[in-house]
């Protein structure tokens, strides 16, 4: 038996794709997992088109790991990034000299 890719599903459609497969689900760390309904899986092993016997066991996981996937959280960033470049754009018509805070 081949097993299904899990990955993107809620817990309650993973849960009854693997039963549909005779496959029995498991979330590490997640003692509630029966109760959870709208997570969405994010990993599982094994991984969809492994071969496995009836009746065996696969892991999923509703949070990325430690460094994984996390990619699009970037606020607040400390310390902040540099400003660089100029303070403010040169005037066409002027001494560019001037623009840039020297006294006239």
Do not use: C, K, N
């Not at 794709?17 to 969405?40: C, K, N």
């Not at 509703?62 to 970037?74: I, M, N, R, S, T």
């Amino acid at each position: 038996m081949r097993v299904p890719r899990l990955v993107g599903l809620t817990a309650v459609d993973a849960r009854e794709a693997a039963r549909a497969r005779g496959l029995f689900l498991t979330a590490p760390g997640r003692p509630e997992f029966h109760l959870a309904v709208v997570d969405y899986v994010v990993r599982q092993y094994p991984p969809p088109g492994a071969q496995v016997p009836r009746d065996s066991v696969v892991h999923v996981w509703f949070d990325f790991g430690a460094g994984e996937g996390d990619g699009g959280v970037h606020e607040p960033r400390i310390p902040r990034p540099s400003r660089g470049g100029p303070r403010r754009a040169l005037d066409e018509r002027g001494d560019p000299r001037g623009v840039l805070g020297s006294s006239s």
